[in-house]
Nanobody, 121 residues
Framework: QVQLVESGGGLVQAGGSLRLSCAASGRTFSSYAMGWFRQAPGKGRVFVAS????????YYADSVKGRFTISRDNAKNTVYLQMNNLKPEDTAVYYC??????????????WGQGTQVTVSS
């Protein structure tokens, strides 16, 4: 079973950038698809981006296409989310997840603890 720890969150002004990292423990990281989800206050957890086990396929929510990039380094057991041109509506707790390839939370069964991203206007 893989375990996930997110980092890289923080406070940034609108238009700025952040890069989130998700470090995985366990030898089976490269066999998992990985995803990023976010949850804003008072709202449900929503899909942001996902990447296949090889990194060859990526998927994005329409709200982040062209601004966010998901990538992974299987040698480092790490998945990244580069977030550019951040907007106040991107403010949320961001969660890393591991599981089957997909764009819904049901496809992922291992979750990190989350990292807060706050974008000020």
């Amino acid at each position: 079973q893989v375990q996930l720890v997110e980092s890289g969150g923080g406070l940034v002004q609108a238009g700025g950038s952040l890069r989130l990292s998700c470090a995985a423990s366990g030898r089976t990281f490269s066999s998992y698809a990985m995803g990023w989800f976010r949850q804003a206050p008072g709202k449900g957890r929503v899909f942001v981006a996902s990447i296949s086990w090889s990194g060859g396929s990526t998927y994005y929510a329409d709200s982040v296409k062209g601004r966010f990039t998901i990538s992974r380094d299987n040698a480092k057991n790490t998945v990244y989310l580069q977030m550019n041109n951040l907007k106040p509506e991107d403010t949320a707790v961001y969660y890393c997840a591991a599981g089957e390839a997909g764009t819904t939370a049901l496809a992922f069964d291992v979750w990190g603890q989350g990292t807060q991203v706050t974008v000020s206007s």
